[in-house]
């Protein structure tokens, strides 16, 4: 099982991202084809207290690393990609992991 994760850092205005992320930019990215589960987390703070570094976490599953391959390739992965940059470039880390059962 391959992971796409997407870790957000605080934006400056937390209503325009959740308006654009959740009425735009989600729905973009739970269209791309292959995309098995697509889970948002959103941090309330962290285990020291105080304000988390981070503020949303996605991660979106794929069945395997070729059908990761085969989604990045697609138009709505493309179209996703641009408008992350388009409204959070500066504030989005992008990660690829293998989910491991050891």
Do not use: R, W
């Amino acid at each position: 099982m391959m992971k796409l994760i997407a870790l957000y850092k605080q934006p400056e205005n937390k209503k325009e991202f959740d308006e654009h992320y959740f009425g735009t930019h989600s729905p973009i990215t739970a269209s791309i084809p292959g995309l098995q589960k697509m889970t948002v987390t959103k941090m309330t703070g962290s285990p020291m207290g105080g304000e988390a570094p981070y503020y949303l976490m996605c991660e979106m599953v794929y069945e395997s690393h070729e059908s990761f391959k085969k989604a990045m390739k697609t138009d709505e992965a493309k179209a996703s990609g641009k408008d992350v940059m388009s409204f959070a470039g500066d504030l989005v880390t992008l990660m690829v992991g293998e989910e491991v059962h050891e």
